[in-house]
């Protein structure tokens, strides 16, 4: 995997909340359909507590929505508050009422401990830097329950020996040039430090395409 660029999590919160409604209407309809294969792979059951990180427009947390009981809340977070509004104007538009959404940060999650049965994040670790990738992990784990499921989407590659065009690119852009042009993200390998969280019954899902992506999948 290659490093992030340098940019700072207000650069990020910047930049995704001022293109919150373009990512909306562009890369968000395209990536819709891994999100559709991986909330299948999350077999969720109606009585499932359900957070996602990292909402962005709000058309997964909308899917989550409609899997559960109409009486359970799914929770939702993002750092931009941009992307928070257009998810929050997503949800009305598809009259979905049982999801609550707050600004917070993957780093730091305002949840207790043990709290949820899924924890969903889809293409956020794929614009973090390597270091902070251990730190969100732990957060994800310390906020699922015994038992419960970690659900990962990201942007990635078939293997680790594969370099692709993007990770070519990106070192060569200036970090906030790759933060405005390709959302600063580039192909990450999920799955071993998924499993050096302490996460057990890994899998990955390797989804190739026009954005090949990643499914990878833990249980706490
Ligand atoms: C590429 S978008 C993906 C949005 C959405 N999950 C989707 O698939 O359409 C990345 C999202 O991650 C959010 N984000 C980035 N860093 C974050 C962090 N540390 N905590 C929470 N959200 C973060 C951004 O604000 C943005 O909404």
Redesign the pocket.
């Known amino acids: 995997m290659i490093e992030a660029g340098k940019y700072t ?1 207000h650069q ?2 910047d930049i ?2 001022r293109r ?1 409604r373009i ?1 909306r209407n562009t ?2 309809p395209l ?1 819709f359909s891994n ?1 559709l294969r991986a909330i299948e792979k999350a077999a969720i059951r109606p009585e499932d507590k359900i957070l ?6 709000g ?2 947390i909308a899917e989550l929505a409609k899997h559960v009981s109409q009486t359970t809340v799914v929770e939702g ?4 508050p941009g ?1 928070l509004a257009v998810a929050r104007e997503t949800l009305a538009a598809a009259h979905i009422t049982n999801v609550n959404l707050s600004e ?4 730091s999650l305002k949840f207790p401990d043990n709290s949820f049965d899924l924890l969903y ?4 670790l ?3 830097p390597l270091a902070d990738m251990p730190v ?1 992990l732990a957060e994800f784990r310390r906020v699922l329950k015994v038992g419960g499921r970690l659900v990962l ?1 990201n942007m990635s590659k078939p293997n680790e020996q594969t370099t692709t065009f993007r990770e070519r690119l990106y070192p060569m852009l200036p970090p906030e040039l790759a933060l405005y042009l390709i ?1 600063g ?1 580039r192909p990450v390998l999920m799955e071993h430090p998924v499993i050096e969280a302490g996460l057990r019954q890994v899998t990955r899902e390797y989804l190739a395409g026009k954005f090949p992506s990643e499914i990878v999948i833990g249980i706490k």
């Open positions: 999590s990020i919160r995704y909340s919150s990512y890369v968000a990536e999100h996602e990180v990292a909402v962005g427009p058309l997964a977070v993002d750092i931009s992307m917070s940060s993957a780093t994040n889809g293409y956020m794929d614009l973090i969100i989407l959302g993200c």
